[in-house]
């Protein structure tokens, strides 16, 4: 949520001058986006995103999020577009950072998100995996369950900071969940963190779906037990089953589950549950004091993860047989 | 430069059918602002900006701003015009701040400001000491000559942690300016804080003037003074003529000085010195080190005090006989 990267005005003159999208007339930075720096610009044709990539994101990923943004905007994905220079790049160079310009999305993301939000969010997941079929981008979930015990063996010994006990609750949560892991089931791209704040609703509609930069290749009812996660619990932790079912049916209109899916749908989102457990305790555990970010409090995951811990079947979500 | 203050969807949404601007289509909070928080706002009507005014402004003063930009914009100072909602109010109450929905002025402040830019921003700054002529608000100048030792005072006792002998210099200068500051210049509305970020451009052309924050009643030489300070002077504190000229030139265009004036620019400039080295000197000293916003660094003022005290005439400015 800051601007990393000042860009003065003369660079940024000289960089929309290599794309063909008119003059610049103003730009802003804006408090959006954790990982990177965010404007927004204004040309005399469109208003634009300009991104610039601080170091948390691998170069060498660059040409898979924005191609892949690319390709799912080109089936009917509401994502950014990202703007081809002169010379076809999609990926350019300013003020020493990699950075793309991408199409303005209108919207604004939900605080409280409804039902009928959470079923919307649904359909588009099943779109986006649909939509991502074909594209022949790969990407390894580097969050995925071989990367949960190195990132849990980064701040062990700390643990028990966050909350007494954490410790092993996690190396319990680790020793039932990767030798049950579930496999084989129906893969490919994946957004693998669509939050709230990357979801922007005009009205009750869905238009847009940004932050790409978690995307890689994994199963889709992981995605969707992320989304079961960051979508269907109240401010209080508890979960709401009304937006659940929303969900899961939304989804389910769009791509029906498989049997298999359904059933790995508690152990899914456990893991789901746990992903963001470590990565907010390492981030809690390291983020500075005066940081222009706070890290987000990993005990809201913490107490996910206990609720999915609780659920015997994907019943457990929607309160119907399965 | 942050966002102070978070606004939920739902109750900027209902802020804005209190005004006949179209519905609510995104907001983005910008990095813009030291003092308030800003966010770009899109209607299906118009871009405009929405300012929450934080503490450091009081709201007795707010009537005073928002009525000024109106006036200017109607008199035609590139300026943002405060909407008016439905009860015929231009500031209302959201997050529990005082708020104000403007346009959206297109341009961009220009980092290196060359000599063509000083001599609008001349012509702009006399355009707006006329079109402020009839404006029946009054606002005392706070950080004006009687305002100056008070601050002093709050800090005198650390300003050489600043730099060494600061004190002195600071009690000297006031004491040489006080007695003789300049009296019955002609006098009205004044920005008093047109610095480089205060005025965007598009191309060549001066496209707006942001930030009457500041703005109050005092002689009209004092803000050219302030930006002979803000605008005329290279990164490594030297002075530069051509600069300078070009933006008294471009003054005189709209509106000659008189003698009076001419005669007391050197004084009028040391003492716009002396009032951004007090109020950053304390803010230097008054700053927590992990502070959102960073203060600006003092000793850039006390060298262009320095500069002005060995100037004897506006010919020092301009290389011109006066």
């Keep these: 949520m800051a601007v990393y990267t000042e860009v003065t005005d003369e660079e940024l003159a000289a960089f929309i001058a290599g794309y063909d999208v ?3 007339l103003s730009y802003k930075g804006i408090a959006e986006g954790v990982e990177n720096t965010n404007y927004v610009v204004h040309t005399t044709r469109e208003p634009l995103i300009l991104t610039l990539y601080e170091k948390r994101v691998a170069r060498s990923d660059l040409p898979f999020f924005v191609g892949l943004m690319e390709h799912l905007a080109g089936k009917g994905v509401p994502c950014p577009v990202p703007r081809h220079d002169r010379k076809g790049e999609t990926i350019g160079e300013l003020a020493g950072r990699a950075a793309a310009l991408v199409t303005f999305l209108e919207g604004f993301w939900i605080r409280r998100p409804k039902a009928e939000h959470c079923a919307r969010v649904g359909e588009a997941l099943a779109r986006l995996h649909g939509a991502g079929a074909d594209f022949t981008g790969k990407r390894t979930n580097a969050l995925g369950p071989s990367g949960w015990q190195p990132l849990f063996d980064r701040f062990r010994d700390r643990a028990n900071e966050i909350s007494p006990g954490l410790e092993g609750v996690i190396a319990d949560e680790l020793a ?9 089931l129906p ?5 693998a963190d669509l939050f709230p704040d990357n979801v922007f609703f005009v009205g009750s509609e869905l238009s847009g779906l940004i932050d790409f930069y978690f995307a890689c290749n994994d199963a889709f009812a992981y995605d969707l037990a992320i989304c079961l996660n ?9 979960y ?3 937006k659940g079912r929303a969900l899961l049916k939304g989804y389910e209109q769009v791509r029906p589950l498989s049997a ?3 059933a790995a749908m508690p152990m899914l989102a456990r893991g ?6 470590l ?3 390492y981030d809690w555990l390291n983020t500075p004091k005066n940081a222009v970010v706070s890290p987000h409090d990993p005990i809201d995951y913490l107490r996910r993860l206990r609720f999915h811990q609780s659920v015997g079947s994907i019943a457990g979500y929607i309160g119907e047989a399965p």
């Design 187 to 191: 893969s490919g791209v994946i957004h």
């Design 22 to 24: 008119g003059d610049l």
């Design 272 to 277: 789901a549950a746990l992903r963001f457990l």
């Design 230 to 238: 960051a979508w269907c619990f109240e401010p209080d932790h508890a």
């Design 240 to 242: 709401n089953m009304t």
């Design 260 to 262: 298999a899916e359904r």
């Design 279 to 281: 990565t907010r305790s």
């Design 176 to 184: 039932a969940l990767l030798p049950a892991w579930p496999q084989n």
